[in-house]
């Protein structure tokens, strides 16, 4: 395969051919690159009006902008970029397609794009208002929000009155995590626009994160009084009662996560489904009534999809169930339900042979309505395989403790703070006396060597097995362990479900699976849970998850 740099120089001889549309098409799809990309934008800039329209013959027949839209707004993003390259191959000054490039990268991280497609739309329009205020916002993504909040001063200056300006300030002092400072601001645009929710959903959502609960739920109530059809604004009160377990007001907010766009998730999810239709799509399992043939799907992650699947004890009736998972956990799933029919979410499937369909996530609505439903889960659901599970035992296993070890979450909305630093993890578990293996997905070698090195601890990369990818091998490990140690992310799930001992260490943003003040798991009955104090400050909530689990290992 061709490297960046001669596609590049590919696009230089087709634009010397006058060919501009197709050379716009290498640099375009090489925006993203990390080395080549900057050079790939500066001859967009200089290709941006070069022959524009003039190949017409090769023009598409209808504009792809309205598809790539359709894309992204089912979350489909590099469905959508596809589609935004090949509009802007023949029309590059089209700044709401740069747009939603921009934006597109943007819901990825990928940040540095994100300011290239700025600089090309710039290129277009060098007064256009909203991409000087999304870039402010981006370049404190990128970890300088003193830049980015200069960037929005200087925006206020010209645009005194735009009342933008205060929620930017409020996000980016957030990011910062000057929480007074974004509170101010988030109340003043509030004050000044009491109709304009997206202020009221960030800083909820900012409460939320510095353990604020109780003032989130205020703020969203203020919002949903101006407007009471929301869903978003119910959505994420149902998700504080769940917090509360308060189940009887919190699920039916929660079943209606996804808006109205359930069928779009669906169907976006199952490209191997055939004789879908919309009517019998309406056919949704309601806890209660018979089905001849019940499909169960996931529409959340693979850490949820195991949470979830928690509920299946409670089904009425497993004779004539298909549950799909990720293709990673069929085999466990197919050894410990051996009275399910498990399949991969890519199966092909027969829509029409399903009296009745329902999202995994919304099974435990429809049967985990009290805590003594929750009681009645009991331990593991899952097995691991015995062998693998003995394989690694005699290979790591020694006269010490085996703990296994997870640190890291690459979430987009929570990951920065779950994560923990690995030398921090360590030095407060060093008085255990025991071995460590890595569970953590992701190129840590490196990371691993260092932190021995520095404190003297075993820590057993195990750089046999994929961690991502190999979910078999990653339980079998994990059952191999005498305890986890873990943050919120898919290996506490896994733990738990294999009813494996295991510490969670979560941030003072508790999610609302792990409730607000529980200190041992509804969900998995080997789960204890330690509790960040304030955000950002690990060590307190480690020293006493050491301290506790001394005791345990002790015993």
């Given amino acids: 395969m061709p490297t960046a740099t001669p596609k590049i120089q590919d696009a230089i001889r087709l634009a010397q051919k006058k060919q501009f549309p197709s050379a716009r098409k290498i640099l375009l799809a090489h925006l993203d690159d990390a080395e080549v990309g ?38 489909m993003y590099p469905e959508s970029r596809n589609l935004l390259v090949v509009h802007l191959c023949f029309w590059p000054l089209d700044e709401t397609a740069i747009w939603y490039l921009a934006m597109g990268y943007y819901r990825q991280q990928r940040y540095e794009t ?15 208002l909203n991409v000087h205020k999304q870039r402010g916002m981006t370049i404190a993504k990128m970890g300088d929000w003193q830049a980015g ?147 169960i799907w996931p529409d959340q992650g693979i850490g949820d999809e195991v949470r979830f699947a928690s509920a299946l004890k409670l089904l009425p009736s497993h004779a004539s169930v298909t549950l799909q998972v990720d293709k990673r956990l069929v085999s466990a799933f197919q050894r410990s339900m051996p009275g399910l ?22 099974l435990p609505s429809l049967l985990l309505k009290t805590r003594d439903d929750f009681n009645q889960i009991g331990a593991s659901f899952l097995k691991a395989d015995e062998d693998r599970r003995q394989e690694y035992q005699s290979r790591y296993r020694g006269e010490r403790p085996l703990i296994g070890i997870s ?51 075993s ?22 362990c005498d305890h986890i140690v873990t943050i919120s992310n898919a290996t506490i799930h896994f733990a738990g479900a294999l009813g494996k001992p295991a510490s969670v260490v979560i941030p003072v943003s508790s999610d609302w699976q792990w409730g607000r003040n529980e200190t ?20 307190p ?10 005791r345990t290992l002790g015993k």
Avoid at 462 to 467: G, V
Wanted: contains cysteine; hydrophobic residues 40%; glycine residues 4%.
């Fill in 149 to 295: 909040l200069s960037v929005i001063d200087q925006v206020a200056k010209q645009h005194p009155n735009d009342p933008d300006v205060d929620h930017l300030r409020a996000e980016i002092l957030n990011v910062a995590g000057e929480f007074d400072k974004a509170q101010y601001h988030y109340e003043r645009v509030i004050e000044a626009n009491p109709k304009v929710m997206r202020s009221y959903i960030s800083f909820a959502q900012m409460l939320m994160e510095v353990g604020k609960p109780d003032m989130a739920r205020t703020i969203l109530q203020t919002a949903l009084s101006h407007e009471p059809e929301n869903n978003s604004l119910r959505v994420r009160l149902a998700l504080i009662d769940l917090l509360d377990r308060d189940f009887e007001k919190g699920w039916p907010g929660y079943v209606n996560r996804h808006d109205n766009r359930l069928i779009d998730y669906f169907t976006s999810r199952h490209p191997n489904i055939k004789n879908f239709t919309p009517a019998h799509f309406r056919n949704q399992w309601d806890g209660k009534s018979d089905y001849d043939k019940l499909l």
């Fill in 114 to 128: 994100v300011l290239r497609c700025f600089e090309l739309s710039l290129s277009v329009s060098p007064k256009n």
């Fill in 459 to 480: 820590i057993h990369l195990a750089p046999e097995l994929d961690k991502k990818d190999d979910i078999e091998g990653l339980m079998a490990m994990i059952d191999a």
């Fill in 38 to 75: 900057p050079r790939a934008l500066e001859l967009l800039q200089v290709l941006l009006k070069k022959g524009n329209g003039k190949e017409a013959k090769l023009v598409p027949k209808a504009p792809p902008l309205a598809a790539a839209i359709t894309f992204f707004n089912k979350l």
């Fill in 407 to 457: 640190w890291h979450s690459t979430s987009t909305k929570l990951g920065k703070l779950k994560s923990i630093p690995l030398e921090s993890l360590i030095e407060a578990l060093l008085p255990l006396n025991a071995d460590f293996v890595n569970l953590q997905y992701g190129e840590y070698t490196e990371q691993c060597q260092t932190v021995m090195e520095r404190t003297g601890a």
């Fill in 541 to 550: 909530v480690l020293q006493t998850m050491a301290k506790d689990l001394e």
């Fill in 341 to 362: 029919d498990i399949v991969p979410v890519d199966a092909a499937l027969d829509f029409q042979q399903f009296s009745h369909h329902v999202p995994l996530g919304t």
């Fill in 520 to 539: 041992t798991s509804i969900w998995y009955d080997s789960v204890n849970i330690f509790r960040q104090d304030v955000r950002g400050s690990w060590d």
